[in-house]
Structure formats: structure tokens, C-alpha cells
């Protein structure tokens, strides 16, 4: 890689995010010998999930040995297993005498204890979940990844298991509840579930796969869904044996920001029974619309999580209201009037789990003040492209409902859908996750998926963080990512994975893949069919700075390239889930970068012209429609391949390669076409090997970690922003950066900062100085689907200018931070104030 990457590989990669302690001077403690089955007990009694879990880990054992595990008696066990909610009161008292902390462990969310007595391996669950996550940590302490089944990660076959006799933990969640949202699910999860995986009508997501969905939830540590519901999905409670599933693994369920009371409107309400769904015109056939729900899940062993307020149908505006009085009042009432329904039907509302969501308009309406109960947690939402617009104020803090996060790893709307792969980058998820945490937002936190399995790296740490706030940090998100490399793929594969896949998420936060086309959707129709803009050319020049588009491509081709190389160390049974989890996100984001920029070169060589030049540029021009031909036809081939080849066809329907056929994912748009053989043949021509160099050409620039001295609290954040490792500042920090000018004249100053939102609900504001003058302010604050929001999420930087007179000599720059959540990243002083470029070039 051109870019120098500090690697600080720490601690196991068995098992991450755990607090355990080990007695180094202890010996080993055997529980597999290579002969005989794996061996457990477990209390007669225990929650149904611990059963579901058993099972699980009965298979792992299989995959690992080669022999299931099985249950015999307490004595010629080799794991004691016990649900302490459930134990006798001399079983915990033994425990105690043993050493196995219950007092503290009842304490905990969701918290289970392994430790070693005797030579017999003890797990205690505080409840039925906690259980279940201590029996699959076993699953994990033998190399099963919690992607065994969804990614194909088979574990290598062990003769021997063995434990420190010594070996102690303690774990417990930060947050309560923790799961997903499937959403957008038309094009991946929902055709392979009724196409492929179990095939039914069209439109439904089968209790089967729902079972495989809660599967991994578990062993991610996860107890929560909102099932999917968009338009043409059957409803979850209309699928037969869903509910039960859930139940039988621990999942809680919930429903969206328009779906109160666990209905799925889209699917369920049916006008011509029912009537229009408006409060005002129609209460009683909402109310028993609602009822019906409420007296189907009374007593769901898995739980329950009632959203409650009220919006139409879908995703718009509540019905039969049309003034911001007329809203706030029909919307007090629908509150009220759901914790009578609740009261009546389910049980005291105080003590059922209760979500209000203050998304779109409603977050309005609640600032006005509605009154929500204190009860109910306040889910707060992202700007559905990662940045935190709104967290719980200091009041809102001190709710007993607490706060909850509904976040985005895809999304389908404006300015532009992301569908297809996950890149969001990990600093960016651990930042807000984080800042959320420590805004006491700690009830729920839901995170948006299209499909889990795509998901991958991104979902695990949204969830690592979920169960262990501090299982990862600003400076080790690093390791963090690592060490998940070296679990899937092992340790030589991982280490030498680990800098193109860093450089992978720098090349997607500088631009998504879905986001290279520079279109937009949901535009006005009337000017564009659909309301989708056409691919147009890039920011991105193919002369300023020694050829910023050239050098995009050549980075990318250098993370093929090491992905290609790390293939030969992947052992030959998890080949397909290096290919699903890494070579075709790698191969079809080069490739679509490729079809992208190189058919803009054509475009660009396409002049028109009709001078003595005319002729000079055909071969140039036929090169660059060969390259964007053949790199569309590479990623229909990859992903034919990850649905008709991968995993035996196991994926079938499951990755879609134009979700909503958008324009960027279309065949390139060029001046002329070539055949195949022509194709092959001005491929062939082609110079090979060329490299653009980085040419500041006078440009002062720097990244924002590169700064000469910081203020307290100043903390850099890796895996986040162009730089991948922007900085986060708090309120009135600063950065000071002491540079050298080589020349005078009159430039531009541009500082690239993280675009984040002011969620305190105040402003988002920073200055910039030079050599002790009068500082500019500067505010990031934008309006929501505002042009330049727009621009700002799709670059991923928020960009401001400022013209300034610099003299040849020493400088220094000050940057200062007036609010709270301003993250800094790049910074240029440009003597060509007209340049047009897209990146800042940083050596």
C-alpha cells in the first residue's frame, strides 16, 4: 500500500470483546480428548432459548470433532450448564461456596459466568438469554465463528479442546436490547427466502429463515428484531410458526417508527374491511385493529417491544390532520389512548418495553410538547446515513425509559439509495455508537439491514458494541478489525488482509460504490423518469495532482491485487466465504469503479472534433470503452457467480446487483461500443503497469491526525473520514498545525470535516485561523434533504472555503471546535483557487 499503516496486533483472536482474567500459572483442563463426545448437564428446567442454543452448540461440536455433543449426568459431565433464575436456592448457594459471583451476575442484562471447578467447566446464566450466550461462548472458545452458517465459515477440525483451569469471565450487556431491522429486503433476504432457501409464495420471509435470522442474533449477542415489512413482504405475524421461532431463541419483537403496536400496516390492514386508517374518522376500527395484535402476544416468552404513536399507512403522514396544532393534539391522544390498550390487555403499561420514535415530522410534533410517558424510550434516529441527528438531553436522560438508536447500515432514498454492499465505515459506527452510549442512551438500539449476511463486519461491531461498550475504542478499532479478519479466514490471512481492506474502507468512504455515478433519486419526475438523474461525470479529474481518477483505480487494483495474493492462504472449505465476505465486495467495487470512471474518460475523449487532432485519441478513447465494457461485464459475472456457484447455490437470489435498477448500476454510458473480440483485443493493447504518482503541485495539505500539538480531549478516530483517522474534538478544543509555505500568493484554505449533526438540537459550529488572526466561523449545520446535506453524506466530508493571502515562511494553523461533535479530517491550502478536483491529496 502507498499510504504508511501502523499495525498493532494485541491480545487473542479467539474471542473478542470479552472481560475475562486467566490464571497463568494454572493448568489445562481437557474437554474434548479427541475420542469421545463433548459432554454437558443442564438443569431440568430452563427457558426455552437455553434448548435452542443447546442445539446449536451440539452442532458446533460436530463441525469441530466430528461427534455431537450430548447431554449426560452432572458428574460425568465435561460442562455443568445452570439458568440461575431458574435454580434452586441450594443450587446457587453451592455456587456461591464455589466461587461463581451470582449476586454480581444477577446484576447484569442478559449476563452469564464460565469458570472452571474442579476440572468440570461451569457456565451460569443470570437468565434464559444469558445462558444461551455462555453455552455458544463455548462454541467460540473452539474456533466457530457466529458466521458459521450465514457466512460459511467452517471451523478448523480440532483432536483436542482444552481449557486454563484458571479461566474465568463475567459478561453482561451495555444495552438491553440489541438487534436489527430488516428493511429493504425486495432485492436479497426476501427473493432467497421464498425462491430459494424455502420456497413459498412470493413476498414471504419463512419461519425457516427467520429461524437462521434469530440464529445469528444469538450468537452475536443479539435479542431483538423489527421483522421485515416493506411493500409485497407477507407480514410477520401472518407467517405461520414466525412468532413461535422467535420465542424458542429469546428474540424480542418490534416494530418500526408506522407500525404501532406490532401491525404491520402495508401487509395487514385491509381498507375495504377495516376503512381508511385515520384516528379521526375511524378510532374504533383502529383500536380493535390494535386489540387483536395485543391479545396474540400477551405473554410472548421471547418479549415484546410496543411502538407506539401513530403515523399513515406507510411511511407518511398521519391521516386526518392537516395544521401542526391539529397533529400534536391527535397525536396526545393516540399515546394516551394506546397505555389504556395496553393497560387493559397486556398488563400495567409502566412495565411493558415501550418505543416512541421521533422521526421525519414527529420529531417535530414532540418538540412542541407532546407528552410521552417517562416510561417509554425515546428511540432516536440517524439521518439514515449515519450521523446521529438527535440524542437525549440532559432531561431526557434521566427518563426511566431511557433512550434507544435506530441506525442505518443501508438505506433506499434520497439523495441515494446504498443497497448493495456494506462499507459504512467503522469509526463512523463506534463514534456515534459511542456518543449515544454516553448520552445514556442504553434501552435499545436497532440497527437497519437489508440483508444480515451482506452485512457482515459492520452488523458484528454495531452489536460487539451493544453487548461491551468497551470492547473497542477510538485507537483500537484497528485490532478490532483485525482480529475479526483472523477468526474468519486465520491468522496469516488475516495480517495480510487487514491493510487492503483498511484501504478498502478508505476508497468506500471516499466514495460509496452506489454513490459513483454523482445521480441522485426521488427527484422531480416531471424533469427525470422515475425520478432518478443519470449518471453523469465525476468530481474526480484525470490531470490535477498527477491524475486523481488514475490513482483511485491504481489503488484499488493494489487491494485487488493483495486480496487476489491472500486467496492461496485461505484453507480450501472456507474459499466461498472469503469470496462472500471479501473477494466479491473487493472485485465488483473495483470493478464498478472502473465502469464508472473509465467510461467518464471516454466521454471525455469523445470530443467532436474535427481538426488535425481528430484521429490522436481513438486508441485512448477504444482503450477506456474496453475497460468500462469488460468491468460491467465483470461484476454480472461475480455476481453471477456468488448466486448460481458460491456455497454449492446455497445463495441463490440472495445478491442483487441493480437493487431498484438505479442508473449507476447500468451498463456504462459511452460514446461507441465494442464488441467482444474488440474488447479483448484493445484490452490486450493496453499499457500495463503504469503508476500516477501523488503531485501536490504546491498544495499545502494535510490530514487532520497530523497536527503539530492538540487540547485536552482531543482524540483521533480510526477508520473514520478520507483520512481514516479523523479527529474528534470536544467543545472549545483545538488543533494547531505549524506549516511551511514555499511560495507566496493568494489561495484557497479548504478544511474537510466529518459531517455529522448537531444532536444536542444547538448548532455545529468551528473557526479556523492563521498565524493568530481574526478567526472564521464556520457552521455545518444543514437542513435535512437540503442540496448541500445532500452533497456532504455522499462525499462523506463536509467542505468549506475560505480565501486567504498566504507569505512564503512558517505558519501556523488553528482549528476550534464551538460546539459539541466536530470531527476534523483533511485540511489544504490551494495556490490554484479554481483547480477542479475530488480528493484532497494527502501523501
Given at each position: 500500500m502507498k499510504r504508511n499503516l501502523l499495525l498493532q496486533f494485541k491480545t487473542t483472536l479467539a474471542v473478542m470483546c470479552c472481560m475475562y482474567s486467566v490464571n497463568s500459572s494454572a493448568v489445562d483442563i481437557e474437554w474434548y480428548d479427541g475420542s469421545t463426545s463433548v459432554t454437558y448437564n443442564v438443569q431440568k428446567s430452563v427457558d426455552p432459548v437455553v434448548l435452542t442454543a443447546l442445539d446449536m452448540f451440539g452442532s458446533d461440536m460436530q463441525a469441530v470433532t466430528g461427534r455431537r455433543a450430548r447431554p449426560v449426568s452432572v458428574d460425568g459431565a465435561s460442562i455443568r450448564i445452570i439458568e440461575a433464575d431458574r435454580a434452586s436456592g441450594s443450587v446457587l448457594r453451592r455456587l456461591k461456596k464455589e466461587g461463581v459471583p451470582v449476586d454480581s451476575l444477577m446484576t447484569l442484562t442478559d449476563g452469564f459466568h464460565i469458570s472452571v471447578i474442579g476440572r468440570q467447566i461451569t457456565v451460569v446464566g443470570a437468565n434464559g438469554r444469558g445462558t444461551a450466550y455462555g453455552v455458544l461462548e463455548l462454541s467460540r472458545m473452539a474456533g466457530v465463528s457466529p458466521w458459521i452458517w450465514w457466512g460459511d465459515v467452517l471451523p478448523e477440525r480440532r483432536n483436542r479442546l482444552i481449557i486454563d483451569s484458571g479461566y474465568r469471565t463475567l459478561q453482561g450487556a451495555s444495552v438491553e436490547y440489541r438487534g436489527i431491522f430488516i428493511n429493504d429486503e425486495d432485492w436479497t433476504l426476501r427473493p432467497w427466502s421464498y425462491g430459494t432457501y424455502e420456497p413459498a409464495e412470493f413476498g414471504q420471509i419463512g419461519p425457516r429463515t427467520y429461524k437462521k435470522v434469530f440464529q445469528l442474533l444469538l450468537r452475536l449477542r443479539a435479542n431483538a428484531i423489527w421483522p421485515g415489512m416493506h411493500t409485497g413482504t407477507k407480514a410477520f405475524f401472518r407467517t405461520e410458526g414466525a412468532k413461535a421461532v422467535a420465542d424458542s431463541c429469546g428474540i424480542a419483537i418490534g416494530t418500526s417508527h408506522c407500525e404501532p403496536l406490532l401491525r404491520n400496516n402495508v401487509d395487514e390492514w385491509n381498507e375495504k374491511q377495516r376503512g381508511r386508517y385515520n384516528y379521526m374518522t375511524n378510532r374504533q376500527a383502529v383500536h380493535d385493529y390494535w386489540i387483536e395484535r395485543l391479545k396474540e402476544v400477551k405473554g410472548s416468552a421471547g418479549g415484546n417491544m410496543f411502538t407506539i404513536g401513530m403515523r399513515g399507512i406507510h411511511d407518511g403522514s398521519m391521516e386526518g390532520v392537516k395544521t401542526m396544532d391539529e397533529k400534536q393534539t391527535a397525536l396526545q391522544q393516540v399515546i394516551d389512548d394506546q397505555q389504556e390498550l395496553l393497560r387493559k390487555y397486556i398488563g400495567a403499561p409502566e412495565r411493558q418495553t415501550q418505543v416512541f420514535v421521533p422521526?421525519?415530522?414527529?420529531?417535530?410534533?414532540?418538540?412542541?410538547?407532546?407528552?410521552?410517558?417517562?416510561?417509554?424510550?425515546?428511540?432516536?434516529?440517524?439521518?439514515?446515513?449515519?450521523?446521529?441527528?438527535?440524542?437525549?438531553?440532559?432531561?431526557?436522560?434521566?427518563?426511566?425509559?431511557?433512550?434507544?438508536?435506530?441506525?442505518?447500515?443501508?438505506?433506499?432514498?434520497?439523495?441515494?439509495?446504498?443497497?448493495?454492499?456494506?462499507?459504512?465505515?467503522?469509526?463512523?459506527?463506534?463514534?456515534?455508537m459511542r456518543e449515544a452510549y454516553d448520552h445514556n442512551v442504553r434501552k435499545v438500539w436497532i440497527v437497519n439491514v437489508h440483508d444480515p449476511k451482506v452485512a457482515g463486519y459492520d452488523l458484528e461491531l454495531f452489536l460487539d458494541m451493544a453487548w461491551n461498550i468497551d470492547c473497542v475504542s477510538s485507537s483500537t478499532l484497528n485490532d478490532h478489525y483485525l482480529a475479526w479478519l483472523c477468526r474468519q479466514f486465520g491468522t496469516e490471512a488475516g495480517k495480510k488482509l487487514f491493510p487492503a481492506m483498511h484501504e478498502f474502507y478508505r476508497l468506500c468512504g471516499e466514495r460509496r460504490p452506489e454513490f459513483?455515478?454523482?445521480?441522485?433519486?426521488?427527484?422531480?419526475?416531471?424533469?427525470?423518469?422515475?425520478?432518478?438523474?443519470?449518471?453523469?461525470?465525476?468530481?474526480?479529474?484525470?490531470?490535477?495532482?498527477?491524475?486523481?481518477?488514475?490513482?483511485?483505480?491504481?489503488?484499488?487494483?493494489?487491494?485487488?491485487?493483495?486480496?487476489?495474493?491472500?486467496?492461496?492462504?485461505?484453507?480450501?472449505?472456507?474459499?466461498d466465504a472469503y469470496f462472500a465476505a471479501v473477494k466479491y465486495p473487493v472485485y465488483a467495487a473495483d470493478a464498478h469503479a472502473r465502469k464508472i470512471l473509465e467510461s467518464q474518460r471516454a466521454r471525455q475523449l469523445a470530443t467532436g472534433s474535427t481538426q488535425k487532432d481528430m484521429f490522436a485519441s481513438n486508441?485512448?478513447?477504444?482503450?477506456?470503452?474496453?475497460?468500462?465494457?469488460?468491468?460491467?461485464?465483470?461484476?454480472?459475472?461475480?455476481?453471477?457467480?456468488?448466486?448460481?456457484?458460491?456455497?454449492?447455490?446455497?445463495?441463490r437470489r440472495s445478491m442483487n446487483m441493480r437493487p431498484r435498477d438505479l442508473p449507476v448500476y447500468a451498463a456504462p454510458s459511452l460514446p461507441t461500443l465494442l464488441d467482444d473480440r474488440e474488447v479483448a483485443e484493445w484490452l490486450g493493447k493496453a499499457r500495463q503497469g503504469q503508476c500516477h504518482e501523488l503531485d501536490t503541485e504546491g498544495a499545502i495539505v494535510r490530514n487532520a491526525c497530523d497536527y503539530s500539538s492538540a487540547s485536552a480531549g482531543v482524540r483521533a478516530v480510526q477508520?473514520?473520514?478520507?483520512?481514516?483517522?479523523?479527529?474528534?474534538?470536544?467543545?472549545?478544543?483545538?488543533?494547531?498545525?505549524?506549516?511551511?509555505?514555499?511560495?507566496?500568493?493568494?489561495?484557497?484554505?479548504?478544511t474537510a470535516m466529518i459531517p455529522t449533526q448537531p444532536n444536542d438540537n444547538g448548532d455545529l459550529r468551528y473557526?479556523?485561523?492563521?498565524?493568530?488572526?481574526?478567526?472564521?466561523?464556520?457552521?455545518?449545520?444543514?437542513?435535512?434533504?437540503?442540496?448541500?446535506?445532500?452533497q456532504n453524506v455522499l462525499r462523506g466530508q463536509a467542505v468549506r472555503e475560505l480565501p486567504v493571502d498566504i507569505a512564503k515562511g512558517r505558519h501556523t494553523l488553528v482549528i476550534r471546535a464551538l460546539d459539541n461533535h466536530i470531527i476534523a479530517d483533511q485540511w489544504m491550502i490551494d495556490f490554484n483557487p479554481q483547480r477542479k478536483h475530488y480528493l484532497f491529496p494527502v501523501k
Open positions: 422521526y421525519k415530522e414527529v420529531l417535530e410534533i414532540y418538540e412542541r410538547g407532546l407528552r410521552v410517558p417517562d416510561y417509554v424510550t425515546l428511540m432516536w434516529c440517524d439521518d439514515n446515513y449515519g450521523y446521529m441527528t438527535r440524542l437525549s438531553n440532559a432531561a431526557e436522560q434521566k427518563r426511566t425509559g431511557g433512550g434507544g438508536i435506530y441506525y442505518h447500515l443501508s438505506y433506499w432514498g434520497r439523495p441515494h439509495d446504498y443497497l448493495w454492499l456494506t462499507t459504512t465505515q467503522p469509526g463512523l459506527i463506534y463514534n456515534e459513483m455515478g454523482w445521480s441522485q433519486v426521488e427527484l422531480d419526475k416531471k424533469t427525470y423518469a422515475r425520478g432518478l438523474s443519470p449518471v453523469v461525470n465525476t468530481e474526480f479529474s484525470t490531470t490535477a495532482f498527477g491524475g486523481e481518477l488514475d490513482r483511485y483505480l491504481e489503488r484499488y487494483a493494489d487491494v485487488r491485487r493483495t486480496v487476489s495474493d491472500a486467496e492461496r492462504l485461505i484453507r480450501p472449505e472456507l474459499r486508441a485512448a478513447l477504444y482503450t477506456a470503452v474496453a475497460r468500462s465494457q469488460s468491468a460491467y461485464q465483470e461484476i454480472r459475472r461475480l455476481t453471477e457467480y456468488y448466486n448460481e456457484t458460491m456455497s454449492g447455490g446455497k445463495w477508520m473514520l473520514g478520507h483520512s481514516m483517522n479523523a479527529v474528534a474534538l470536544p467543545k472549545d478544543g483545538t488543533l494547531t498545525y505549524d506549516f511551511v509555505a514555499e511560495r507566496d500568493g493568494k489561495a484557497v484554505l479548504r473557526s479556523v485561523s492563521i498565524d493568530g488572526g481574526e478567526p472564521t466561523v464556520y457552521t455545518l449545520k444543514e437542513k435535512f434533504r437540503s442540496e448541500r446535506w445532500k
